[in-house]
């Protein structure tokens, strides 16, 4: 009977030894010959002399040829547009549900591809949901609510316009409607109301404490002031303490 083969002895295990991968060497976009060092910034290729773009793309250096450079700035605008667009999206989105906006419609904005036009109906949706919220508070006399809408809706117009100074006229509007219903809500108990300065300017500063008749800041709004270098004024009205000072009559003359 001829003896059993043995095994052959398993090799002691080798270190792996990582193994390291070339570095990128940048070419040429038109004749593929090597540059070193990689350009930095525009310059003509040393051996063909055609002119080579230069762009940063995710930490590295991207040679480009000239005809590629409006596409390929045309890709990462249109990326950095995605990303703003999908974070404005949102935002319009849950402010819409927080006014009791269609929940079929923002499914179906939400799961849209996203784009510019996604973006804006989105944007209607939350201006239409607020100006029916307006109106039926309206309808009810919750001059509070009116408020509180009209004084979100300002504040969100005004971060999408990058707070310009002074504010866009539709953010004035909307700021001054919000304020309106503070004073109607106020009327309801009193006549008077108190102004609230944010103390930002001379202007807020002066009317600072001061109280006024309701009835004739309803129909000539002093707020907000329109000389508010803070942008969109942020004086407030408040139940007066007491109620404004009459002015005094100056006597008559007697003629002489």
């Known amino acids: 009977m001829p003896a059993p083969i043995e095994p052959a002895p398993t090799p002691p295990a080798r270190p792996l030894v990582p193994v390291m991968d070339a570095p990128d060497v940048a070419t040429c976009p038109y004749c593929a010959m090597p540059l070193v ?3 930095t910034r525009a310059r003509s290729c040393p051996h063909c002399r055609r002119p080579i773009a230069v762009r940063r793309f995710e930490g590295r250096t991207v040679l480009l040829a000239e005809d590629a450079v409006a596409i390929f700035d045309a890709q990462r605008q249109l990326e950095e547009d995605e990303i703003r667009w999908t974070t404005e999206r949102q935002q319009w989105l849950a402010r819409s549900s927080t006014l009791g906006a269609s929940p ?3 499914g179906r904005l939400a799961a849209a591809p996203i784009s510019g036009e996604v973006v804006a109906d989105s944007r209607a949706l939350y201006m239409n949901a607020a100006d029916a919220s307006v109106r039926a508070a309206r309808s009810d006399k919750r ?7 009209r004084r979100a ?3 969100n117009l005004y971060e999408e316009a990058h707070r310009p100074v002074p504010p866009p006229d539709v953010v004035l509007e909307l700021h001054r409607e919000a304020l309106l219903a503070e004073l109607r809500g106020l009327q309801t108990t009193s006549k008077v109301a108190e102004l609230a300065s944010a103390g930002c300017c001379p202007a807020c500063r002066e009317d600072d404490g001061r109280s006024f008749m309701i009835a004739t800041e309803l129909r000539e709004p002093r707020l907000p002031h329109a000389t508010c270098p803070k942008g969109l004024c942020g004086c407030d009205w408040f139940l007066a303490k007491a109620p404004p000072p009459k002015r005094r009559r100056r006597k008559a003359t007697p003629a002489g």
Do not use: G, L, M, Y
């Not at 001059?143 to 809408?149: A, D, F, H, L």
């Open 104 to 106: 079929e419609r923002r």
């Open 143 to 149: 001059w509070k609510v009116v408020s509180r809408i």
């Open 37 to 39: 060092p990689t350009p």
């Open 153 to 155: 809706q300002a504040a």
